[in-house]
């Protein structure tokens, strides 16, 4: 328990320079004013709208007074939305998260039976196969994979949408797309512990008992390879963001990736702040809950 | 007694960038109903292979090229994977030298026992945790209800081999074969395990094949004692022939370099030179090169094991002469 307090007080520095370098970013990327009032403006207008909006006071003040407000919840108004900023990002997160979820879920059940599989079968032919196709799988660019699945799948076979969020049948593209570039980084990462674990005198062990390979493979040798399984997830989370960002995109999915691209190119920054200060405190969220996660599986880890 | 266990002509090999290097090599050697048979011998003279070899366990790039396991007269070697996992853990079970890293760590020794038991025997779930609890009880560790439920790493060397024993045990088997089971614990703690495998393999009747490189751990367990060396039968002998007319010369200088008082010693080292690795064994008697009694002969032939009394064999050119004078 103090182990979470620990943690969590831990994180209050990190979304400080978080909220700092969003805020600067803003900054440095020029005065909204203009895009915010009509073309025709008067420079009087323009004055006085920076006075309302603050933006006439120095760098340092003006960031105290977005820390303060972030902190409320207040990131501003959405110009484009006419809306509370935050409201509109919270509204999205429930479908990148389920975006996400998807993805992990697509590629813990590519990478565990590819994983094992290349690792008991390791130096065949099989296994070579298997670590071919992951690098190609994680060389491959999410937008040129999300295209092609729609090519094949959508478009010539018509088995499944093109885009959009609604059935279970609209998450499996984007699923994949988001998950295979992960999917490929956890087959090769599980290959690697499994022929390390098999080769441990508990497995020996486990043999003289007279066991026989599935249980040892998924019993006594999984559960020791999950935790590197876990923390690539874990710090995968980031990665997925960034994919999602482009997946999203590519299939209309109506998440935050979609959401802070729209927002980056009609330059309405409160959402953009909202976004990325979101994406970063889910993003610490669950490397706590990761971090957590290792002491059920491996129960000689201990948070002292 | 009936024999339990047959060795015949067991060759092992590993198969390296050098190519074949017998780890085991023409080793025969059997066990009677009851008995305690212990090999040894230095590091690296093919004991644990030996074991290994028993129930199929020797690691890749081994294996068994020649030679037969006759246990209760059936051929290990020759059973099929289902036939051999029935007797692993169930007739023949296994104790290994390191406890900590024999056990399993993600998973509590509870577990570990039970899954031996609901393997092999028709007991699931509550009456399966009630017979390690009692095992648990039976191998001397304390509030066994608690430790049901520890991981491996929580518990002492000495309680993690009592976990190893329990699980051995857990089955019944008839055969144990424990590879160096005190190496790895403290002298007290060694003479605690050795005197509870004693005590428990006399109430079951169990036979034990023990190996160690210790001469203590084989005064204080074995009837009958085979000594290896580099990959081969040196010497077998009853434990009182061993210690009061061993016959090789390496077995001699074993004896000499083990300190009387016992548990002093930790490994045999005071014979001079080391064993030799597989890939560099010397042609003829594999031990010539260590040897003060090395003539000609030893250099050019291996010497075969001469039967120089009932239960005494030796693998040295001095017996041949005794041999072939009585035939005469
Ligand atoms: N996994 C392995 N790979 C290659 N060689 C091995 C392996 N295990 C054992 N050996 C070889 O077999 C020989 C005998 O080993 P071992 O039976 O473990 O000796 P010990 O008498 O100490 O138990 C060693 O010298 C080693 O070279
Ligand atoms: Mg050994």
Redesign the pocket.
């Known amino acids: 328990m103090t182990y979470i307090i620990r943690r969590l007080f831990q994180v209050i520095p990190v979304l400080i320079i978080v909220s700092f370098l969003v805020f600067l970013f803003v900054y440095l990327s020029g005065d909204p004013v203009a895009l915010m009032l009509p073309e025709d403006a008067s420079q009087a207008e323009i004055e006085n709208m920076r006075k309302v909006l603050g933006l006439d006071k120095p760098f340092i003040v003006q960031y105290g007074i977005f820390l303060l407000n972030a902190v409320n919840g207040d990131f501003g108004q959405s110009f484009i939305y006419k809306q509370e900023a935050l409201g509109i990002v919270l509204e999205r997160l429930p479908a990148t998260f389920e975006l996400m979820i998807a993805s992990i879920i697509v590629s813990t059940i590519i990478a565990i039976p590819l994983g094992v599989w290349s690792a008991i079968r390791r130096n065949t032919f099989v296994d070579l196969f298997i670590s071919s196709s992951s690098i190609l799988g994680k060389a491959m660019p999410n937008f040129w994979l999300g295209m092609m699945l729609v090519l094949l799948f959508s478009v010539t076979l018509q088995l499944l949408p093109v885009s959009g969020k609604g059935t279970i049948y609209h998450l499996i593209l984007p699923a994949i797309t988001a998950g295979t570039a992960m999917a490929a980084q956890l087959t090769r990462m599980l290959r690697s512990h499994m022929i390390e674990v098999l080769s441990q005198d508990y497995i020996r062990t486990a043999r003289s008992k007279g066991l026989g390979s599935f249980v040892i493979i998924f019993k006594h040798a999984l559960r020791n390879s999950m935790l590197p399984v876990i923390t690539i997830i874990a710090l995968q989370i980031s990665t997925l963001v960034g994919g999602a960002l482009i997946t999203e995109t590519v299939f209309s999915w109506p998440g935050l990736g979609q959401l802070i691209i729209q927002a980056i190119h009609a330059r309405d920054m409160a959402v953009v702040q909202a976004c990325v200060l979101v994406i970063a405190v889910f993003v610490i969220v669950v490397n706590l809950l990761a971090d957590l996660l290792y002491r059920v599986v491996d129960p000689r880890i201990k948070y002292n | 007694m009936s024999k339990l266990l047959q060795i015949n002509n067991l060759k092992t090999v590993?198969y390296?960038e050098e190519g074949q290097?017998p780890?085991?090599d023409n080793v025969s050697l059997d066990i009677k109903k009851g008995e305690t048979v212990a090999i040894v011998?230095?590091?690296?003279?093919?004991?644990?292979?030996?074991?290994?070899s028993i129930l199929g366990l020797v690691?890749s790039?081994?294996r068994v090229v020649t030679g037969e396991i006759l246990y209760e007269g059936k051929d290990l070697l020759k059973m099929t994977d289902k036939e051999i996992k029935k007797i692993r853990g169930n007739e023949i079970s296994m104790i290994f030298q390191e406890p900590l890293s024999a056990l399993n760590p993600v998973l509590t020794v509870g577990k570990q026992i039970q899954e031996s038991i609901e393997l092999h025997q028709k007991k699931k779930g509550k009456r399966a945790k009630e017979k390690v609890i009692q095992l648990l009880n039976r191998v001397g560790i304390p509030r066994p209800e608690k430790v049901y439920y520890s991981y491996p790493h929580t518990l002492s060397g000495g309680m993690r081999q009592r976990v190893m024993i329990a699980m051995a045990l857990s089955c019944r088997p008839k055969l144990i074969i424990a590879?160096?089971p005190t190496t790895a614990l403290d002298v007290t703690t060694q003479a605690q395990i050795l005197n509870l495998m004693k005590s428990l393999s006399e109430e079951e009747g169990t036979t034990i094949l023990i190996?160690t490189?210790d001469l203590g751990v084989v005064a204080e367990m074995a009837d009958r004692v085979v000594v290896?060396y580099a990959?081969q039968v040196v010497e077998q002998s009853t434990v009182y022939d061993l210690f009061e007319k061993p016959e090789h010369p390496y077995t001699k200088g074993l004896l000499d370099c083990t300190p009387k008082i016992h548990g002093e010693s930790e490994e045999l080292l005071a014979i001079e030179g080391t064993?030799p690795?597989?890939q560099n064994r010397p042609t003829g008697c594999k031990f010539h090169p260590r040897c003060k009694f090395t003539h000609e002969k030893c250099k050019e032939k291996d010497p075969e094991l001469f039967t120089i009394k009932e239960k005494q064999k030796v693998r040295c050119y001095l017996h041949e002469k005794v041999i072939e004078e009585r035939l005469k």
Not at chain 2, 41 to 52: D, F, I, P
């Open positions: 590993f390296t290097v780890s085991v011998g230095e590091s690296g003279s093919g004991k644990s292979v030996t074991a290994l690691p790039p081994g590879d160096e190996i490189h290896m990959g064993v690795t597989i």
